[in-house]
């Protein structure tokens, strides 16, 4: 008697068919993330509220400021300065129609060239970047990008991004997992998805900036401000040696926002009435 055997080397693999499952499951919730942004009206596809985000960000920012040597007083000059700015930026512009209560924070590490956000609105400088900065409107511009990425939701956008992009690895290496080159296949998934995160990232960092320019210019400061944080952004990285300070390993270049912010100043302020406006030096900074 003769039994009909199946020939193995024909037909969809099992393992594909289960990656397909993984990675079409897997986008489709991503899809059903769906959320409004309650400041901009915005569609966004995101995996948090944002009572969520709020919770998150205070949960971690002890953690955060441990990490960056702690964090100065309220009590200190510069502290009192950072938050005055920021709540100014914040109460005064559009990121007051956020849902979000904003805190400002000074860290104390010195070496480090950087400023942050958490979701929900923690926002963070470092006083190595703020010894650097010489006025209230490079601040301003400084912590306006920041709160940009909060009103903007950025963070948990790519929490989103990022759910998405590990499933579809995870799919990868389990549909290539019976071939030649499993992990070949799965190190070229892991790294286009990164890619992906990045252009991603410098999306919403030049999103950020445009925020960060609107805030800053409601709240009554001088724009033209941000030109300068360019231009100690890019000292930096000059004294560097050509490696750019952490706030801008996934920024676009400073040449390039520089362009950008110029190109944002003449569509919004043709006549230059924003440079009329005062940018009145920061305390420390007086004489330098």
Same mark, same amino acid.
């Given at each position: 008697m003769t039994y009909y055997q199946p020939n193995r080397g024909s037909g969809f693999p099992l393992q594909w068919l289960i990656a397909l =499952?993984?990675?079409v499951g897997a986008i489709i919730v991503y899809f059903n993330k769906t959320s409004i942004n309650p400041t901009t009206g915005e569609k966004q596809r995101v995996s948090l509220t944002p009572d969520q985000e709020t919770a998150l960000g205070m949960q971690s920012a002890p953690q955060m400021i441990s990490q960056? @040597? @702690?964090? %100065?007083?309220?009590?200190?000059?510069a502290t009192r300065e950072v938050q005055s700015v920021g709540n100014r930026v914040w109460k005064r512009s559009d990121a007051a129609r956020s849902p979000y209560p904003y805190h400002y924070h000074l860290l104390a590490d010195r070496k480090t060239i950087n400023a942050f956000a958490l979701p929900g609105g923690e926002v963070f400088i470092t006083k190595g970047l703020l010894d650097r900065l010489t006025t209230e409107g490079e601040l301003a511009g400084v912590l306006g990008h920041e709160t940009g990425h909060v009103v903007e939701r950025h963070v948990a956008q790519q929490m989103a991004q990022s759910d998405l992009g590990r499933y579809l690895v995870t799919a990868v290496g389990v549909g /290539?997992?019976?071939?030649? *080159?499993p992990y /070949?296949?799965?190190?070229? /998934?892991?790294?286009?998805? +990164?890619?992906? +995160?990045? *252009?991603?990232?410098? *999306?919403?960092?030049? +999103? /950020?900036?445009?925020? @960060?320019?609107?805030?800053m210019t409601q709240a009554g400061y001088d724009p033209h401000a941000? %030109?300068? =944080?360019?231009?100690?952004l890019q000292q930096v990285t000059n004294e560097q040696g050509g490696r750019p300070p952490e706030m801008l390993q996934t920024h676009p270049y400073p040449e390039q926002r520089m362009a950008d912010i110029n190109a944002w100043l003449a569509q919004n302020d043709p006549n230059n009435q924003y440079g009329k406006m005062a940018d009145p030096p920061l305390p420390w900074a007086r004489g330098r």
């Open positions: =499952v993984i990675a960056m @040597g @702690g964090e %100065l007083p309220d009590s200190d000059p /290539a997992s019976n071939s030649n *080159h /070949a296949d799965t190190v070229v /998934a892991s790294t286009i998805n +990164q890619m992906t +995160q990045l *252009h991603f990232s410098r *999306h919403d960092e030049s +999103q /950020a900036d445009e925020c @960060g320019l609107r805030f941000m %030109l300068k =944080v360019m231009e100690v």
